[in-house]
């Protein structure tokens, strides 16, 4: 109506068309264990709660198999970075071949929620190979670019041994 005589139908889309294009998909997780089943069966109470405990495991699997494969990423990361160039000669190194390592692991203890001590040790060995490091250090210094490659390699075969656990649990 307010467009007047500049209106024209054929410039919009029928409500069917509208309604067709467009949906909104949802879903609720809950953890809870559905305690009020009791009171209307034992069985439907003992089942509940056994699916309770797989939802948890669940999720708890997913956690520890996500920190894992991110984990993965950065050590596979950092040891190509380190690892010579297709020519043979030291690839270019920028100041994220060391950030990445360091900031996964300053925000680990936060996002290890299910206390996943076998990933913390891997790390804490990498990490403690690049105690002091710096960019220019490993530019530098051949010998140290390799003792740190070599623990990342290290750290990418022992958390790919991790990752295939966590997964087939």
């Not at 999720?59 to 920190?67: C, E, Q």
């Not at 990342?152 to 075969?157: G, I």
């Amino acid at each position: 109506e307010k467009l007047g005589p500049l209106f024209r139908e054929g410039d919009y889309l029928a409500p069917a068309a509208v309604a067709e294009a467009v949906s909104i998909d949802w879903s609720y997780v809950s953890f809870a264990a559905p305690d009020q089943l009791e009171t209307v069966s034992h069985v439907l109470a003992e089942n509940a709660e056994r699916k309770h405990r797989d939802k948890l495991a669940a999720a708890y699997d997913a956690i520890v198999v996500g920190l894992r494969t991110s984990a993965l990423d950065v050590m596979r990361d950092l040891a190509a970075r380190l690892a010579p160039g297709d020519d043979g000669r030291p690839k270019v190194l920028r100041g994220t071949a060391l950030r990445d390592l360091r900031e996964f692991c300053e925000y680990l203890p936060a996002r290890n929620v299910p206390g996943d001590g076998e990933l913390a040790t891997v790390m804490a060995r990498v990490v403690a190979r690049a105690e002091g490091v710096d960019i220019k250090a490993l530019r530098d210094d051949a010998s140290l670019r390799a003792s740190l490659r070599q623990a990342a390699e290290e750290a990418t075969v022992a958390l790919t041994g991790l990752v295939e656990a966590a997964g087939r649990r």
